[in-house]
């Protein structure tokens, strides 16, 4: 018989969950107490969200067993888990757009109660938690922090005690995120406890209480978050020391690489974002980030930008001062435009292809410009075999076999690949969007690195990014993406993250201009 | 609820042992079958599966009937392949035929074979501009082409009628909706063998098909063209990064598979009937929908599955003839092949696996 844990509220012990050959969760014991906020730190593919979604009963664990309260019980669906105070809100929010905030909340309701009942308890809970809403607003007139806001309070609306946030900060602007914090501290300190599942150091170490660390899916610690640093974090989160990057002094030139001039885009379907009068410009052997959280127009924007959609004019895009807007994606590519979409799989590259015929998606005009009419006619990804072989040895791609195929990479090697692909074409622009976004850190870094070379060799890069932290480090200008505007360019030293910040949540999006800060 | 998990590797023995399996489980869910509707069960099976093989001027037959499938399934490839659903070959099939016949007819006096050239051709163009109909509409105006190819059957087969019982029907054919007979020019004659003579019905037309299939082999696996198919079929916006025009790949599918169609339409009437009627298809549009995909929208993949139909057809016909067995009976024995068949090629790729979990 365990002796009885009265401050323990969640205990897992050796939880074991595989999806086919594919070992998610390797006997993970984890246990979570009352009113303490506890981190679940771990690279993408760590097995934070198995774990969290076996809590949650969204998936059954192999083996292993779970206890509230010192209750052994089986969570068998999430009404289970609501049932046990168990309350989640996802990555991904279930909202339904075209209702209102109260009707989402009334829905999602396990005891049915009436609609004014709902409003009247909604009004009271944002008041309380200063999650403010408007009960009667539309969602898809809400922002996304907004969104996540009544993505909690239909979770307090449960009276929980177990809060699961998976990866809550990853859409919000650096104030949503104060704000979020705050909220979280408040409940736990009412005696909520709270998993919060992050891959984000800095965030960890101010808001938890305790860290557990995975890595390949077992659990490899779990630590005093206010005793530690984001080093000995990062170390463990990783298994190794991380190569910091190199960046060297440049030399600036004032040559005007690329240009985009007046840009307007209509969206063409009625979820995307209209683009509205877009100006930039980048020098050569210069980085520009383009800073924003998803879903503002970048999407939109690189489909202008790569050539997948042509401008109305011409001069809209300038390439050396040529103008290039109605050139599509592939005469701009053997211009030196080179670009990188921000979907890895069924954009960037085919999965069920081999890495040899995912070159030859994009280096097919190469082959075909022989004067022989039989090879053009038999231009085949039979090809591009051996430059595909080199894009492989030249950035470290590695490869279960030779020239498998993409869907047999991990998330890093693949981009490794779709980034050698592209500067094998010796770009003189490039643009790359969210080129780190889900990678681990060792490639991530690698990527970064190869940015910074590649800005260095006197090239002009345009960097689109939802992550703040890899905006600052690598770009020499920053400017901003929102709701499809675009603000104007800074140089990195005028600008703060908290300006930032504000620009992407929408501030002085009219004037275009940047308000003294208060 | 029931899940199905890809398997990291295709085990060689399954590839092998599948098909095997299948026709087995068929084999012996036929038998009950016929057993209990009270036919001889092992007879039955003999006139399906052995009869068609049974004499060498049968196993022609079989390639004569395989013949229109074929060539259509390699059309509908090309279409499934790159996610565009052509179910209308049939209607593209009528068509051919009919603008073959119409050309055909106009030359009452025609000899040279080189005609021949002429209709296949005529053939191709109203197939193709059958299909073209779809794909204008999904291109410009994003109508779903299900839904139009497949309206445009029945609107083919009441022209076909009405122009074989109106405009083109013979005056001596004594009331009946047919066509004068086509010219000695427009006719496709049998092979004669030096020795035997003619083989059952085989005839030249099966020079297309052993044409039709090596090409559309290079096409699929060594042009930019097949490449161009295979990734907007897999990966739409891999296509628009690789800078493939959807629109135009839509199109050309469309219209390939339409003239494929229409050219086994004129095949299939210059050869084996000799003049326009109202019925000159058997359902062969339709029935080479399920030809592409046994074949696994693979050319020598339809050559086969092509054949397989063709032989369960005839001996469907065989049994009928000698056994009484109506066609609904051996119509369910077709499904359970069918059935078995691709239920073999998927659990060569997925495992099955249960969960309690209810949703």
Request: hydrophobic share 45%; with cysteine.
């Amino acid at each position: 018989m365990p002796k009885k844990e009265l401050n323990i509220l969640l205990k897992a012990r050796k939880i074991c969950k595989s999806f086919g050959n594919f070992v998610a969760n390797q006997n993970i014991d984890i246990s979570i107490a009352k009113g303490q906020i506890h981190a679940l730190l771990g690279e993408n593919g760590a097995g934070k969200s198995t774990l969290v979604k076996i809590f949650y009963g969204v998936l059954q664990p192999d083996s292993g067993s779970i206890e509230i309260n010192n209750q052994k019980i089986s969570i068998t669906s999430p009404n289970i888990a609501r049932k046990n105070g168990i309350g989640m809100v996802f990555q991904h929010f279930s909202l339904f757009p075209a209702l209102t905030v109260a009707e989402n909340i009334l829905i999602a309701l396990d005891n049915k109660i009436k609609f004014s009942e709902v409003v009247n308890k909604i009004t009271k809970l944002s008041k309380e938690w200063e999650l403010f809403i408007d009960p009667l607003k539309l969602v898809s007139e809400l922002s996304v922090g907004e969104k996540q806001r009544v993505e909690i309070i239909r979770c307090l609306m449960q009276n929980p005690n177990l809060l699961i946030m998976d990866e809550p900060t990853s859409v919000l602007t650096p104030q949503e995120i104060k704000n979020l914090f705050k909220i979280l501290k408040r409940l736990a300190s009412s005696g909520c406890s709270i998993l919060y599942i992050s891959h984000k150091l800095e965030e960890i170490i101010e808001l938890a209480d305790k860290v557990t660390i995975l890595k390949s899916g077992k659990s490899i610690e779990t630590i005093d978050a206010k005793k530690t640093t984001t080093n000995f974090l990062a170390e463990k989160m990783v298994g190794k020391k991380i190569t910091q990057l190199k960046k060297n002094i440049k030399t600036n030139s004032k040559n005007i690489a690329f240009e985009v001039k007046n840009l307007n885009k209509q969206k063409d379907h009625e979820f995307g974002i209209s683009l509205t009068n877009i100006n930039l410009q980048v020098n050569y052997g210069e980085i520009l980030g383009v800073a924003g959280i998803a879903g503002n127009g970048q999407v939109e924007l690189m489909e202008i930008l790569s050539g997948e959609i042509n401008c109305k004019n011409n001069d809209q895009i300038l390439l050396d001062k040529l103008p290039i807007g109605k050139a599509n994606i592939n005469e701009r590519r053997k211009l030196g435009i080179e670009t990188i979409p921000e979907e890895r799989t069924f954009h960037a590259t085919v999965p069920n292809l081999t890495l040899s015929e995912n070159t030859f998606l994009t280096y097919f005009f190469k082959y075909s410009n022989t004067k022989s009419w039989i090879t053009n006619l038999l231009n085949n990804p039979q090809n591009s075999l051996d430059e595909s072989k080199t894009i492989v040895k030249n950035n470290d791609v590695r490869c279960p076999e030779t020239n498998p195929l993409a869907s047999q990479l991990s998330g890093g090697n693949l981009q490794k690949f779709i980034l050698g692909r592209s500067l094998a074409n010796n770009p003189k622009v490039a643009i790359f969007s969210q080129p780190t976004w889900g990678v681990d850190i060792g490639a991530a870094t690698a990527i970064r690195q190869k940015l910074l070379d590649l800005s260095q060799s006197g090239k002009a890069v345009i960097l689109i990014s939802q992550d703040l932290e890899e905006i600052f480090e690598l770009s020499d200008k920053i400017c901003v993406i929102n709701e499809g505007f675009l603000s104007e360019i800074f140089d990195v030293r005028e600008i703060t993250a908290t300006d930032v910040g504000l620009l992407m949540g929408g501030k002085n999006r009219e004037n275009q201009k940047m308000d003294p800060i208060k | 609820m029931i899940t199905f998990i890809p398997r990291d590797k295709v085990s060689k023995n399954w590839i092998i042992i599948a098909p095997i399996l299948s026709i087995f489980f068929t084999i012996f869910f036929g038998l009950l079958i016929f057993t209990f509707l009270g036919y001889n069960p092992l007879e039955t099976l003999y006139q399906i599966f052995v009869s068609p093989f049974s004499r060498i001027d049968r196993i022609s037959d079989i390639l004569v009937k395989a013949c229109p499938l074929i060539i259509i399934g390699t059309g509908l490839m090309l279409c499934f392949k790159s996610n565009v659903w052509n179910i209308g070959a049939e209607g593209q099939f009528i068509m051919g035929a009919l603008l073959a016949g119409f050309i055909a007819l106009s030359f009452p006096n025609i000899e040279t074979k080189f005609f021949l050239l002429i209709t296949i051709l005529a053939g191709f163009v109203g197939g193709a501009l059958w299909a073209f109909i779809p794909a204008i509409l999904k291109t410009k105006l994003n109508v779903n082409e299900i839904l139009v190819s497949l309206m445009l059957v029945y609107v083919a087969m009441l022209f076909i009628d009405f122009i074989v019982r109106g405009p083109l029907r013979d005056p001596m054919s004594f009331g009946f909706p047919l066509s004068k007979p086509y010219p000695e020019g427009a006719l496709i004659n049998k092979i004669p063998f030096p020795g035997i003579g003619f083989l059952g019905q085989l005839h030249y037309g099966i020079l297309f098909v052993f044409l039709l299939v090596p090409v559309s082999w290079i096409f699929v696996n060594k042009t930019l063209g097949g490449f161009k198919i295979n990734v907007l079929g897999s990966a739409p916006q891999a296509a628009k990064f690789a800078g493939f025009k959807r629109n135009s790949i839509t199109i050309t599918v469309l219209l390939l598979s339409g003239g494929l169609a229409g050219v086994a339409g004129v095949i299939e009437v210059s050869a084996n009937i000799g003049q326009l009627q109202p019925e000159v298809s058997f359902d062969y549009g339709f029935t080479a929908i399920i030809v592409a995909f046994l074949g696994r929208l693979s050319p020598v993949g339809i050559l086969f599955a092509g054949i397989i139909i063709a032989t369960v057809k005839l001996g469907a016909d065989n049994a009928q003839m000698t056994m009484g067995i109506p066609k609904v009976v051996t119509g369910l024995f077709e499904g359970i092949l069918l059935f078995f068949l691709l239920t073999g090629e998927t659990l060569q790729k997925y495992k099955i696996k249960w969960s309690e979990g209810k949703k």
